[in-house]
């Protein structure tokens, strides 16, 4: 039944009004090749924006995904901390290489020789709790999705191990962890208040929040699966284990207008803001900067994050000549490929296929 739905609605949908350039014909690809149940893009390029969508709202019982409907944006909740972080820093509240200690006292191991800046680009070489069994929201949990944990619980995870001391870039959901635990003591107030007091209200990002404890996504989404190895649905979920590493929910057009926002120096002073796109060679297919990573095509740079969470990929990237693309899919059977996701931004801000 699945299946029929499948080739029946792999439809891809325009926005009432949009224009331009979009891709629909590979959204279209990678859900009838089994990379995405669900997929929806948005792209602008000046004054022309294209909106989209393929696959099925649901493999049961139908229904089209709404372009602009909600998704969990897992890790490009890092790029919204990040910001805040910087922006704290531009208050004079801390310095980026100040010690972890100096505002956060006995809380890391090894928190003398940890800046801030290190926890920003992961080169801190803390050990990422999600590496742990049953630690990774990335991974089907059972009935444990629900459970509640505390920022405490997770660190206690992590410190329990260290990595080799190899001196590779190792990218940790810890390291944000910390941030988030440092913009309260600095603030006196949760991260997620900050972010929504600092970024959300003032760009007017109405469909952008930070769930805490819900387990939901508002509607209009479309479900995420996992395949177990028959797809289960992994939509409803509690996000407290991603915390400030990964638990935000948002649509294409408010990560577009944040990316914009935040790349057009409208969030941060002009040196924080190069302080950001200053990246480490990662050895992954991307530099990374302070909660930014920077992809090189073959036409340039383009900015921004990607994002996992069990059920939803996001991709956010954006070029310097104000182009962008946003995608969300919720992959099937397998994950979509880096060469289907890179070959859209190579058609986006290059002008060409593949």
Not at 44 to 66: I, K, L, N, Y
Not at 94 to 116: E, F, N, S, Y
Not at 225 to 232: D, H, I, Q, R, T
């Amino acid at each position: 039944m699945m299946q029929t739905m499948m080739n029946v609605l792999v439809a891809v949908t325009m926005a009432a009004g949009s224009q331009g350039a979009g891709v629909g014909p590979e959204l279209e690809r990678i859900v009838t090749g089994q990379g995405a149940t669900a997929a929806l893009a948005r792209v602008t390029d000046g004054g022309r924006t294209w909106s989209g969508s393929a696959g099925v709202r649901d493999v049961e019982r139908g229904g089209r995904p709404s372009p602009n409907g909600y998704f969990r944006i897992g890790s490009v909740t890092k790029t919204f901390v990040a910001t805040v972080v910087l922006q704290l820093v531009d208050e004079g509240k801390l310095k980026l290489d100040d010690p972890i200690d100096a505002h956060l006292p006995g809380l890391v191991p090894g928190g003398g020789r940890i800046t801030v800046r290190s926890l920003l680009d992961h080169t801190s070489h803390l050990y990422d709790y999600m590496s742990e069994p049953g630690y990774s929201t990335n991974r089907w949990r059972g009935e444990a999705r629900f459970r509640s944990y505390r920022p405490a619980e997770l660190l206690k995870v992590a410190f329990a191990k260290k990595l080799p001391d190899d001196g590779k870039w190792h990218y940790s959901n810890t390291n944000y962890v910390v941030l988030g635990l440092l913009v309260e003591k600095l603030t006196g107030r949760p991260y997620g208040e900050e972010v929504t007091r600092r970024i959300l209200r003032p760009l007017g990002l109405r469909h952008t929040l930070v769930p805490g404890d819900r387990a939901g996504v508002p509607s209009p989404h479309a479900k995420g699966y996992e395949p177990m190895p028959a797809l289960v649905d992994a939509t409803r979920m509690n996000p407290s284990l991603d915390w400030a590493a990964g638990e935000m929910i948002s649509t294409a057009a408010d990560l577009e207008w944040f990316m914009s926002a935040l790349l057009g120096g409208k969030l941060t002073s002009a040196a924080s803001l190069k302080a950001m796109r200053t990246t480490v060679e990662t050895g992954a297919g991307f530099g990374y900067g302070l909660g930014l990573q920077a992809y090189a095509l073959p036409c340039g740079t383009v900015w921004g994050h990607s994002g996992e969470l069990i059920g939803y990929l996001t991709f956010a990237f954006r070029s310097d000549s104000g182009k962008s693309l946003t995608l969300s899919l919720n992959p099937s059977t397998r994950n979509p490929s880096t060469a289907e996701i890179m070959g859209m931004a190579v058609k986006v801000f290059c002008g060409t296929a593949g």
